[in-house]
C-alpha cells in the first residue's frame, strides 16, 4: 500500500481544492474539466446561471458558483461560497476575461465604458478576489499543501497590438500586479504565477478575431493541460519544482 506522501507525489492534484473563474467555456471549462480528471475539487465562477447550472449537470462534483468578478458586490459572495463548498482553498485561476470594446477598437476610439470594463474583469476583479481568498490561501501553505494563485495573461500584456488597447493594458497591469504579489507573498508560503496560454481556439478569441482560422489555433484543452502542468510544478515538494520561487516567464505568442 502506498503511503499517503508518496501518493501526493504521483498524484499531486489528488484532493486539491482549486477555484476557477470564468469556468463555463473555453480555456476555463477546459480547466475544469482536467483538473478534476486529475483528482482535484474544483469549484467554478461565471456569471449565467443557465451556464453555470449545465456545466456543473455535466461534470458531477465540480461546484458551480454564479457571480461577476467585475462588480464589487460579488466577490465577497463568491469567495464565501467557494472556501464553504471546498472546505478551504489551495489554487485561485484567476481566468475570466474581458476585451472591452467588441469588435476591437482602436485606443483613440474606445469608449471609457469599454476601458473600464476591462479593466474591472481583468485586473481589479482578480485583486479583489484574491485579497478575500487570502486568508484561505495562506492557511493552505501554513498547512503544507501548497498554494497557488494564476493569473491568466496574454502576450497582448507585453507587445503594443494596435486595437487591443483596452485588453492589452489590462492584462499588462494584471501581470505586473502578479510580480509584485509574488515577491509580498513568497514569505506566506503562497506562489503567484502569471501565465500566457497562447492562442486558443475560444469564444473570446473568436470575438477579437473573427476571421481566423481555428485550425491554426490551439486547443483550450492543450492549453488547460500546460497550465495545470505548472501549478503542478509550483505546489510544495510536487514535481520539477522549477516555478518555485519565480513568476513562470510569459511564453510566446498568446492573446486571448
Not at 15 to 31: E, N
Not at 103 to 114: I, K, M, N, R, S
Not at 163 to 180: E, N
Not at 198 to 210: C, E, I, K, S
Request: proline share 6%.
Amino acid at each position: 500500500m502506498q503511503s499517503a506522501g508518496r501518493n501526493a507525489l504521483e498524484c499531486p492534484f489528488a484532493g486539491l481544492r482549486v477555484a476557477i473563474t470564468g469556468g463555463t467555456s473555453g480555456l476555463g471549462l477546459a480547466l475544469v474539466e482536467e483538473l478534476k480528471r486529475r483528482g482535484a475539487q474544483v469549484a467554478f465562477v461565471a456569471r449565467d446561471q443557465g451556464r453555470v447550472e449545465r456545466v456543473a449537470r455535466e461534470h458531477p462534483g465540480a461546484h458551480g458558483i454564479v457571480g461577476d468578478v467585475s462588480r464589487k458586490d460579488d466577490i465577497h459572495p463568491i469567495a464565501i461560497q467557494v472556501v464553504g463548498r471546498l472546505g478551504g482553498l489551495d489554487v485561485l485561476v484567476n481566468n475570466a476575461s474581458d476585451l472591452g470594446p467588441a469588435p476591437l477598437q482602436l485606443l483613440g476610439d474606445t469608449d471609457c465604458g469599454d476601458l473600464e470594463r476591462a479593466l474591472a474583469t481583468n485586473v481589479v476583479g482578480p485583486f479583489r478576489l484574491t485579497k478575500a481568498l487570502l486568508g484561505a490561501l495562506v492557511a493552505s501553505a501554513r498547512e503544507g499543501k501548497g498554494s497557488v494563485v494564476v493569473n491568466v495573461s496574454s502576450d497582448a500584456a507585453i507587445h503594443p497590438y494596435p486595437s487591443w488597447g483596452a485588453y492589452g493594458a489590462s492584462k499588462a497591469a494584471l501581470l505586473h500586479l502578479s510580480r509584485i504579489w509574488h515577491e509580498e507573498l513568497a514569505s506566506e508560503g503562497v506562489r503567484v504565477l502569471s501565465l500566457d496560454p497562447g492562442d486558443m481556439d475560444t469564444p473570446l478569441h473568436a470575438l477579437a478575431v473573427p476571421d481566423a482560422d481555428p485550425a491554426t489555433l490551439k486547443r483550450p484543452e492543450a492549453a488547460a493541460r500546460e497550465l495545470a502542468d505548472a501549478i503542478g510544478d509550483a505546489l510544495p515538494d510536487r514535481g520539477s519544482l522549477r516555478a518555485r520561487g519565480a513568476v513562470m516567464s510569459e511564453r510566446a505568442g498568446g492573446s486571448p
